[in-house]
């Protein structure tokens, strides 16, 4: 990996003194072109072995371009509210909006390669690492980013000159830390795993740019010019249509025997029943956010069905037993200004809880594989690719000891009829019919065809859809109730 | 002030069964119209003493209304991301945007309340706070929140009697904490000090509510129907022009001598003297960024001036400067859709820097009482308020500890159209001179009126206005970069 970065590449001084007002200038023009088409952001690595300039690439970028549209972002310890959830969280806040740059000083590379440089993690750990994050790149790439990742390399006598070089000076000695040093120690080590690390996530949509650091001259050059043809190119093809249209299709069962009309619907509980059973499970909802490993965890319920399937009705259920302050919902509609500008799961990213918190989602980031496919929002390309990018999310957050829990609640056609009409007979605002409601139902069988496919592949053993009979709604509720109660137990009982 | 709070107010039982469905059922419509109209948020403090149902209160409000257009908070210990930014930032983050509701549980009030119970401050420190306070409640409800303040009290016999009865209860002794016991024995204190602070912050935009807290009944009622009131009172008004427009005008010079036509625009250095104080003062900068105590204050540099007066060249001047991974830029443009939903100063307290961190703002939150007083954005009413609301804002930064460098920076009409022209000619995209360019310059004396008067009322001694005589591009960015070394040196001398 590193073999043509310890060659000692030089540029002379009269070359850089002519090429660089050159690229210097075509690059402000890129960054201008980027700014305004606002069609996609970039998104800069820097990583590398110390004293190869990695801090002075990020100074010398910013100096280059404009700095107006540059977030530069180092990565160090994690803050508290950054601890508290998923260790991408920190990477998903720092994302650049479309339009902008943002170069990243440390990134989700550093801790899967220090850790398993200081023994804290084996190579099977470090391996599920590595594939988490070609997931994640390739989420990113999908989603427009344009995601450039350079490894700055200096051999290690050339590592060795370097740190006695910037000792030696006294306006430079401080930048050499023990740290630095101790790293130096591990370097045979660090350059193994970082070469595995490298060649594992080195895929056609984000390939590592390997450097090497030694002389400023080259490496300047090499990737300055290297961003300014990422751009060009991004910009050249980003009018056309890239996407393969071709994608081969789901398969659809011929009988129309899907896993949601298979539901025995005709499920029921009577009044008196449902009374007691709402004060039991309540009960125990209640005990359970009081449990005192209840701050150990976070708390995601998430709720997906059709209109009028009784979404709103059981969240309020669930928030009667609970208190406020605990508590947070999130009803998704359509995305704004500043979520548009980002991938498509940044907006619920952004609301993910921290330890002791609830959040409970009325419809989800699954609107991906429902509305948005049903409805052409977005491409064939994008939502097949949706359910691994969501399965990837969702183990980020139970491996992050989050309580996941997932509703599916079905009703039949003509049930919702009956409640699309009930509620234009009643004069209550909030339960208006509105068109979209009666054209949504008319798309029912593709919507329901969606919801199959989006079980069948999101039903995962971590995070299993739990499916809710919901003609009945008393019979739906106290389903919903006692499933959350068992599988919060389940959680803190784990713990 | 808690007189009527002691009377022993109470609601029968049967009395609540047949008001409670009717007030629901109007919270319920009040809500979706405030929601559908999204003009406005709804901002609920709920306060008092302990025992007399904040939690409660809080909890049966969710409950009638619908939960998912509520977001409740409770503030407790600050977070290490909060704690390094002045005291009202957590509460800016947590503001509603229009047509939600936020209920505060534990507000701007705790800290200087409890503060002072405890001896921590004396009473013009508790004074100083308040007054604050009514400045910032004064600019919500001035951009439109409906601000709802309640302090749920009881006597101090009740408030024995209600400890004394969870304690006995199994299922709520747990609620009885350390702190209740030791705030019972502060009861007189607490009541003398808080009878005073509502008394003081009880204004006509923002009055205290004080309920007497022991009756369920009494309490729920009351505060569910204030809330009523108080959100459709506004939503009929909201279609009004409210807003006197009859402002005495500001007063304007008769012999058009300004602050900053008075300013000798003739200054001058030359190149080789340029250069060399360029890298003097920039040397000195990079030395002050990476002085010891520069981790323990926070940095603001913020830019204003004419279209072309050179802010741009003279950030780059600054970044240089300093490590990439120090600073960041923020060009302010129009606000966004989420900033819109927000008071106008939410989007530039989004951004205040941590401890160690440099923000630079390419044009500010002046935005209200320059761009938007010429060309008509906000009303006249919302500009003058302005000045007291930005003085109160950089005033809080600079208690935080934050280095806070505002440049105006000046060129004459002349140097201004020289440029403009001199730009038509070259090829560079990102200097195009647009048509709004043009038109900006016609209104420049408006804009200089606009300026002088900024400049007079937000001159404060804690954040001077440092003018640039800017028709030359040397003297203008050498005069930056020594006000901005002498600023920052002395805020660090003075830790």
Known sequence: MFETAELGHKIAKSKYKTDEPILREALLDVQFDLAEAKKFPVVILIGGVDGAGKGETANILNEWMDPRHINTHAFGAAT?????????????????????????????????????????????????????????????????????????????????????????????????????????????????????????????????????????????????????????????????????????????????????????????????????????????????????????????????????????????????????????IIPTAAPTQEELAQPYLWRFWRQVPGKGRLTIYDRTWYGRVLVERVEGFCSEQDWLRAYAEINHFESQLVENNTSLIKFWMQISPEEQLKRFEERQKISFKRFKITDEDWRNREKWDQYQAAASDMIERTSTEIAPWHLIESNDKYFARIKILKTVCNELERRLDSL
Chains 1, 2 share one sequence.
């Open 80 to 328: 508290q509210e950054e601890s508290q959830r998923p260790p991408m969280w920190r990477f998903w806040r720092a994302l650049p909006p479309k339009g902008e740059i943002g170069i990243f000083f440390g990134s989700w590379y550093t801790a899967p390669i220090i850790k398993r440089c200081y023994g804290e993690t084996n190579k099977s750990e470090l391996q599920k690492s590595l594939e988490d994050i070609v997931d994640f790149e390739r989420m990113l790439t999908d989603e427009g980013v344009v995601l450039i990742k350079f490894w700055f390399h200096l051999s290690k006598d050339k590592q060795k000159n370097r740190i006695k070089e910037l000792q030696k000076n006294p306006k430079t000695s401080w930048r050499v830390t023990e740290q630095d040093l101790a790293h130096l120690k591990l370097y045979d080590k660090f350059k193994d795993i970082s070469g595995y690390a490298l060649r594992e996530t080195s895929t056609g949509n984000a390939p590592w740019i390997v450097i090497e650091g030694y002389d400023a001259n080259y490496r300047n050059l090499t990737a300055g010019n290297y961003i300014l043809e990422a751009i060009k190119k991004r910009l050249q093809n980003s009018n056309e249509k890239i996407r393969k249209t071709n994608t081969p299709p789901l398969l659809q069962p011929i009988d129309n025997l899907q896993i949601l009309n298979a539901l025995n619907l005709g499920q029921t509980i009577k009044k008196t029943s449902y009374k007691s059973q709402l004060e039991k499970f309540q009960g125990q909802l209640n005990l359970l956010t009081r449990h005192a490993k209840f701050k150990d965890i976070s708390s995601i319920i998430a709720f997906e069905g059709a209109d009028a399937a009784g979404k709103g009705g059981s969240i309020r259920r669930i928030t009667q037993a609970i208190d406020a302050r605990i508590y947070n």
